[in-house]
């Protein structure tokens, strides 16, 4: 059974930071792309960002490049989004995806999600 749990949502100040963690389990954790996605009160999903299966390239949205950063650690089959400078519009759940191998920036294009981790940003 693929499982994926996100964590380490928070409360934080503008300005802040705050890493995310995506642990999997129930698949083979190298042949799967993770993506990240968030959801705004109010608004629709949102994609964020993006590695790869295999060679690890990343790819962030344009509103969070220079201030996220995603890695995976392949040993610990987890995936981190470290978030730096944050704002209050990166206000949401954020939520961990999989689908194979290769990143997408369409959310339908994951097979598998977990619960999403929430995150509030204070003005």
């Known amino acids: 059974e693929v499982q994926l749990q996100a964590s380490g949502g928070g409360l934080v100040q503008t300005g802040g930071s705050l890493r995310l963690s995506c642990v999997a389990s129930?698949?083979?954790?190298?042949?799967?792309?993770i993506g990240w996605f968030r959801r705004a009160p109010g608004k629709v999903r949102e994609w964020v960002s993006c590695i790869s299966a295999r060679d690890g390239t990343t790819y962030y949205g344009d509103s969070v490049k220079g201030r996220f950063a995603i890695s995976r650690d392949k040993v610990k089959n987890m995936v981190y989004l470290q978030i730096d400078n944050l704002k209050p519009e990166d206000t949401g759940v954020y939520y961990c995806a999989a689908r194979q191998r290769v990143c997408n920036s369409d959310w339908l294009q994951y097979s598998d999600w977990g619960q999403g981790t929430l995150v509030t940003v204070s003005s």
């Open positions: 129930g698949f083979t954790f190298d042949d799967y792309a």
